[in-house]
């Protein structure tokens, strides 16, 4: 059965950059999200057992909704694909509940190898 | 000359290149603040040189005076990148780079060159990156010191009419550090990089 998949980035181009660079073969139903919000509302819909995540987002970003995500012990596996590449903001987001970080801008390797390590694909 | 705006997707296309390199250039600034960076959402904006003073106000604010510092770049793309620290924010950077004996005005210049030089560079060195393009830059120049925003942007300190504007910014969390970095490109790279993002965004 698919995985739902929501990809959450205010930038399309963006959205469609990880898209693009999901492994191919990898049964995903993709849903996408421009913000925290929406995102937050994908999930709740069941379509966030997957969660690709950027952080800087207006309305609400990324860490926002890692704290929503923790305080109301939700359950997805949160991927965060960011620009911003100080390794204290990776430290924050793991601490934050996210399981991987990779940075942007993203490739397939790097996608393949969160997933092969949570045995996900 | 008048230029056709950006569409939407020529827009959010460069307005995540910028997002990427700020993240590189924010890297770079936190390692040398040792300190965390906390990164905004780029803007982007076509204005006329009249307009710049009023819009880039309205981001930055104008509750204090401010310290700028430009540099000039060129090759595929065109123009000219200004860092404004704001007053505050300039005053605490010694301390963030851990100087601790008493400033002269030449240091101060020199830390303000430095930082600006790092934040343009590497913001220069992602863009360059992600379009796959050759971008040079020149040296740093001080631009203003303690002075109001209006008079450091008044029309009569550049030299274009009609610019694309990029604006990113970084602050330090606990800190006032703030600085924003404006990227002005002229009439022509504004055509020169509408077509390097259509082939950037071809690629997906």
């Given at each position: 059965m698919a995985i739902p998949l929501t990809v959450v980035d205010d930038s399309r181009i963006s959205r469609k950059m990880v898209i693009r660079a999901?492994?191919?073969?990898?049964?995903v139903e993709i849903t996408q999200a421009e913000n925290g919000e929406e995102a937050l509302a994908a999930y709740r819909a069941?379509?966030?057992?997957?969660m690709f995540l950027d952080l800087t987002?207006?309305?609400?970003?990324g860490y926002e909704v890692l704290e929503h995500l923790q305080k109301e012990s939700l359950n997805t596996f949160v991927v965060v694909i960011s620009a911003d590449i100080q390794p204290e903001a990776q430290e924050r987001v793991k601490k934050l509940g996210a399981m991987a970080f990779i940075k942007k801008p993203v490739k397939t390797e790097n996608i393949v190898a969160v997933l092969e390590e949570y045995g996900l694909i | 000359m008048s230029v056709q705006p950006y569409n939407e997707d020529q827009t959010d296309a460069l307005q995540e290149v910028a997002n990427i390199a700020m993240g590189q250039a924010g890297d770079s600034l936190a390692r040398i603040l040792d300190n965390f960076v906390t990164l905004s959402v780029p803007r982007i904006r076509q204005i006329a040189v009249h307009e710049l003073a009023d819009t880039v106000t309205t981001m930055v604010g104008d509750e204090e005076e401010v310290s700028a510092v430009r540099q000039a770049f060129y090759n595929s793309l065109r123009g000219e990148a200004i860092v404004i620290f704001t007053q505050s924010g300039a005053d605490e950077l010694a301390e963030l780079l851990g100087y601790d004996c008493e400033l002269d005005t030449a240091i101060e210049q020199e830390l303000l060159l430095e930082v600006g030089n790092l934040l343009v560079g590497a913001i220069l060195n992602g863009i360059s990156e992600t379009l796959g393009t050759e971008l040079g830059f020149s040296a740093p120049s001080l631009m203003?010191?303690?002075?109001p925003l209006h008079q450091v942007l008044a029309?009569?300190?550049?030299?274009?009419e009609h610019a694309l504007l990029v604006e990113v910014n970084f602050s330090v969390e606990k800190h006032r550090f703030k600085s924003h970095l404006l990227m002005f490109m002229t009439e022509e790279t504004i055509e020169t990089l509408r077509g390097i993002l259509d082939e950037f965004m071809d690629d997906f």
């Open positions: 999901l492994p191919p073969g990898w049964d069941g379509k966030a057992d997957v987002m207006p309305v609400m970003d | 203003a010191e303690r002075a029309p009569d300190q550049l030299s274009w």
